[in-house]
């Protein structure tokens, strides 16, 4: 489950309640109208829609608008007031021109007749939905949580789809036209979209739910009493809108399982059952159900064993599905309709599928390749495939998609990379697992030096430390000597700092960027003779900018470091981490990257301490 909280604005009054909002399996059309308060077609084309939307079966359709910034002047209130997500709807279908109404997302028209409205309605009335969608909305004061239930009851080839959730105004009215079209009523106005109009990817797989649920303040410029919540549910590969809820005066239905499977050749029953799981407050009408076997089919009957009747809530009734030896294999949906004493009409469906059953093979990271039966797939796909048949699975690796490399671990059952599976009559799922390596990326400044970095240009697994380096500290470009100054890294466990040999881990894609300058910055012996003592000097100049010199004396071959500290007594800088012969050495700082402030340097042998004060001053 995603929450997200939005802060808008507070309202005065203080409420709080809680109204349960549902769809049940069978369709809720969604039109959605693009329009604006500047667009005089639209003026001309909106009352026309908006009659229709009065008079027709709020269980059966539902609407929003979207507003848009043309035609000119492009001030339309209602789009100034949330551009992100009127634009990013827009982009959707590609619109490009206004009044364009959208029926489900796959019929569109430019404004029309009452007749034409009524046919594309009519074109997708009673398609039956593959989805159910039950929404929790619960008001606190200001704050409004809406929660959403997505059930999958049938088989979708492609399951890949996006769950929105839209806070609409039932209709914001203006004294007078708010702008050039002389429109001053709008209805069904999109107001916010949770979290945003991107909305939040789904796959929607037969039998499972998925559960989402977004926070929101309601804004003092809306109508509290005319604000609703309106689901629904896009498919991505088609943009068709399969299913969509807003508050409803009577019950919601769903089913469970929503599929079983059955062998062919002989008879047999499958148990299932019908739940109503929420009414609206106040309802109390007991339904009744039937039902049908579509396609309908000889030999396949249902029953209803301890009646057909729920009267009272929460509650569900069980069915037995049947068939005999002369039922052919396929998959059979059916359709149960449960109507309440008043009329009211919701469906919902159990799929029961004879020598059939469905098989789930994905990828657990989005947009992976795999193989099934020699054909690529990119995106969980869902087979509807005989009992007892045989197929291929190939999970390819490795893939790599930028600065990502994805390698190939294991399949869930356990399977090779590419493996045969036979389809039996229990679950049927198949996930591809991969791991992730990150590539470390190595670069210099300036660009175009003569240097190679080492462990650069590699994918690297997730947590593994890993050395990067340098081919050469000193190099000649353009005739100039540049000389190796610092690292300076970006990602999660990237490595910043003067050390030539640096360690990182790749938590990320990590990019190190190796400084130079043509300042000397480094070790050097700067003298033949060998000193009888140890000895460390005062940096000179001091104090100074950017660039200092460290003089300190080695008497006998030993393991010495030079540590730079801030005044807080953090390191800041290694220096000399190294084994030196007997001799005078200097070691050439550059503290570019250094604040102005008061630093200590410490030298450390097997026999010698010593610690010195410099000053960087800017």
């Known amino acids: 489950m995603r929450k997200v909280i939005f802060s808008l604005f507070s309202l005065l009054c203080i409420v709080s309640f809680q109204v349960n909002n549902a769809n049940a399996g069978d369709r809720k059309v969604l039109i959605e109208r693009f329009t604006s308060s500047t667009c005089p077609p639209c003026a001309t084309n909106n009352p026309t829609l908006d009659l229709f939307l009065s008079n027709a079966d709020p269980n059966k359709v539902t609407s929003i ?226 039902y049908e076997v579509s396609p309908a089919t000889p030999g396949i009957s249902v029953e209803f064993p301890s009646g057909n009747t729920i009267s009272s809530f929460p509650d569900s009734l069980s069915l037995v599905a049947t068939s005999n030896a002369s039922v052919p294999a396929g998959e059979y949906k059916i359709v149960l309709s449960g109507t309440s004493a008043t009329g009211v009409v919701h469906k919902t469906i159990v799929n029961y599928l004879v020598g059939k059953n469905y098989c789930i093979i994905g990828t657990n990271r989005n947009n992976l390749n795999f193989m099934v039966d020699n054909t690529s797939y990119s995106s969980t796909r869902v ?58 990326l190595g670069q210099t400044s300036p660009a175009g030096l003569p240097v ?67 300042i000397n910055v480094g070790i050097s012996n700067y003298s033949s003779s060998v000193p009888d003592r140890f000895a460390l000097y005062q940096n000179y100049p001091n104090p100074f900018n950017p660039a200092t010199n460290i003089k300190f004396d080695i008497a006998k071959s030993t393991y010495t470091s030079i540590i730079i500290y801030n005044v807080t007594g953090k390191e800041v800088a290694s220096l000399v981490k190294q084994n030196l012969a007997p001799g005078k050495y200097q070691y050439t700082l550059d503290a570019s990257n250094f604040p102005s402030g008061i630093y200590y340097y410490q030298i450390k042998t097997d026999a010698y301490t010593e610690i010195k004060k410099m000053i960087v001053l800017k």
């Open 65 to 290: 608008s979207y507003h848009m910034s043309w035609p000119a002047p492009g001030n339309d209130p209602m789009y100034l007031s949330n551009q992100s997500d009127n634009d990013t709807r827009r982009n959707v279908y590609g619109v490009s021109a206004i009044p364009d109404w959208f029926f489900d997302g796959v019929i569109s028209m430019f404004g029309g007749s009452s007749g034409q409205v009524q046919s594309a309605f009519n074109t997708r009335r009673d398609i039956l939905s593959p989805v159910t969608i039950i929404v929790t909305q619960s008001i606190n004061g200001t704050n409004v949580n809406v929660r959403a239930e997505i059930y999958c009851e049938s088989y979708l080839a492609s399951p890949n789809a996006v769950i929105h959730m839209a806070v609409i105004e039932d209709h914001a009215q203006y004294p007078s036209p708010p702008v050039t079209n002389g429109e001053s009523t709008f209805h069904d106005v999109m107001r916010k979209m949770l979290p945003s109009a991107a909305g939040t990817p789904v796959v929607l797989i037969p039998g499972q739910k998925t559960t989402v649920e977004y926070s929101y303040l309601m804004n003092p410029s809306w109508n509290a009493s005319l604000i609703r919540n309106l689901v629904f549910v896009q498919q991505s590969s088609s943009q068709e809108i399969l299913n969509s809820a807003l508050p409803t005066t009577n019950f919601n239905l769903i089913s469970f399982p929503s599929y079983k499977t059955v062998n062919q050749g002989q008879t047999q029953s499958a148990n299932f059952k019908a739940f109503i799981p929420s009414v609206a407050s106040g309802y109390n009408s007991p339904v009744d159900f039937t």
């Open 452 to 518: 190679t970095i080492t462990g650069a240009g590699v994918y690297y697994d997730s947590g593994l430390v890993n050395n990067i380096g340098l081919s050469a500290l000193q190099v000649q470009h353009n005739g100039n000597t540049y000389y190796f100054q610092r690292w300076s890294g970006t990602g999660l466990g990237s490595y910043t700092g003067p050390n030539p040999v640096a360690n990182v881990t790749n938590n990320s894609v990590i990019v190190q960027t190796a400084f130079f300058d043509t």
């Open 383 to 440: 087979f509807p495939w005989d009992l007892n048949s045989s197929h291929s699975l190939e999970a390819l690796s490795p893939q790599t998609t930028g600065n990502y490399k994805y390698i190939f671990t294991n399949w869930s059952n356990g399977g090779t990379q590419l493996q045969n599976i036979n389809i039996g009559t229990t679950e049927n799922i198949y996930t591809a697992n991969y791991k992730v390596q990150y590539r470390l």
